[in-house]
């Protein structure tokens, strides 16, 4: 099994940024982490997600340019640095580790298997 928790949310102001991080630890590890997200009255989505091994990321249309995942394979890390926020980018931040085969594809909330507990975001106006 792989516990996640995640730290760093907060209340901040359009056009401030925060530092999420990811801590995960357990036997087992997949090959993408993922960051997704979700509103109030909202479905979960996919923000960004990293391979394991480093390198690889991919992100949502809606926050490229803005959020940087990055990983420390040392600390069994993720981070989301979120930067330039809107209103919009608010809600309950998620990491999870992907499932295999992953269904849906790996920016699919099916596709991930492991999930922390959420940490909140606020964007003030």
């Known amino acids: 099994q792989v516990q996640l928790e995640e730290s760093g949310g907060g209340l901040v102001q359009a056009g401030g940024s925060l530092r999420l991080s990811c801590a995960a630890s357990g036997r087992t590890f997949g090959t993408y982490m993922g960051w997704f997200r979700q509103a109030p009255g909202k479905e979960r989505e996919f923000v960004a997600r990293i391979r394991w091994s480093g390198g690889s990321t991919d992100y949502a249309y809606s926050v490229r340019g803005r959020f940087t995942i990055s990983i420390d394979n040392g600390k069994n890390t993720v981070y989301l640095q979120v930067s330039s926020l809107k209103p919009e980018d608010a809600g309950v931040y998620y990491c999870?580790?992907?499932?295999?085969?992953?269904?849906?594809?790996?920016?699919?909330?099916?596709?991930?298997?492991?999930w922390g507990q959420g940490t909140q975001v606020t964007v003030s106006s």
């Open positions: 999870a580790v992907n499932r295999w085969p992953p269904r849906g594809g790996y920016d699919s909330v099916a596709g991930y298997a492991y």
